[in-house]
């Protein structure tokens, strides 16, 4: 399976900045996907990441807010925009597998907003 | 895809088989039952998936009933690192190319 690399893996942020998450795979990938997990929450999926293409949003979540990037097939990056405290989160990228072994996951940044 | 239901939570003692149920009632004939975990503070880790037949890896067995409408995941000898959250995703085509949609999960806790 794909060996994810994510930066930064922490990071304490002040309220109207911007940060930029980073997602680096060992291998060409067709699809990444951009996942926030809220305190105590379950992960929800944020975008999905093509390459050449604009990312697919899900319900709740814009561009303006958490524009992606994703300029070849190992790389992506997610910026987290005018943040707030409530964006505090752990932001995680993933990568379908090969054939049908499944999904592997960054091991995630943790984002707090002062 | 199917929505999918698990306890919130369930306790096992160490070295004792942990048996993790999955509601999917819903599932259509081409959606696959994949399973996950979160230990804390990590990513999420595949374990297991499968369309209809049971199926066994190195880390956990899946049996899925007759009718697909529920699955178990076992955890054949659990161990105090198995302590985590547990999710049961029902995917479509079982080609890794659809979204993973999270529920709450199950949170196993494995205590000596």
């Known amino acids: 399976s794909a060996v994810i690399s994510q930066k930064p893996s922490r990071d304490i942020c002040q309220r109207g900045t911007s940060l930029t998450i980073q997602c680096q795979v060992d291998?060409?990938?067709?699809?990444m996907f951009w996942y926030r997990q809220q305190p105590g929450q379950s992960l929800t999926l944020i975008a999905t990441a093509n390459q050449g293409s604009e990312a697919t949003y899900e319900s709740g979540f814009v561009i303006d807010k958490f524009p992606i990037s994703r300029p070849n097939l190992t790389f992506s990056t997610l910026t987290v925009s005018n943040m707030s405290p409530e964006d505090s989160s752990i932001y995680l990228c993933s990568v379908a597998g090969q054939g049908a072994v499944g999904y592997t996951f960054g091991s995630g940044t943790r984002l707090t907003v002062v | 895809d199917a929505k999918t239901t698990q306890p919130p939570s369930m306790d096992c003692a160490e070295g004792r088989a942990a048996n993790l149920p999955c509601n999917h009632s819903?599932?259509?004939?081409?959606?696959?039952v994949y399973w996950y975990r979160q230990i804390h503070s990590q990513g999420p880790q595949y374990i297991i998936h499968?369309?209809?037949n049971n199926e066994t890896n190195e880390m956990a067995s899946l049996i899925i009933t007759e009718d697909r409408k529920s699955s178990t995941l076992i955890l054949p000898h659990a161990t105090l690192r198995d302590t985590a959250v547990y999710y049961c995703i029902v995917l479509a085509g079982g080609t890794s190319y659809g979204k993973l949609t999270f529920g709450q999960g199950t949170i196993l806790t494995v205590h000596p």
């Open positions: 819903t599932i259509s004939g081409n959606e696959y």
């Open positions: 291998s060409q990938v067709t699809m």
């Open positions: 499968g369309l209809k």
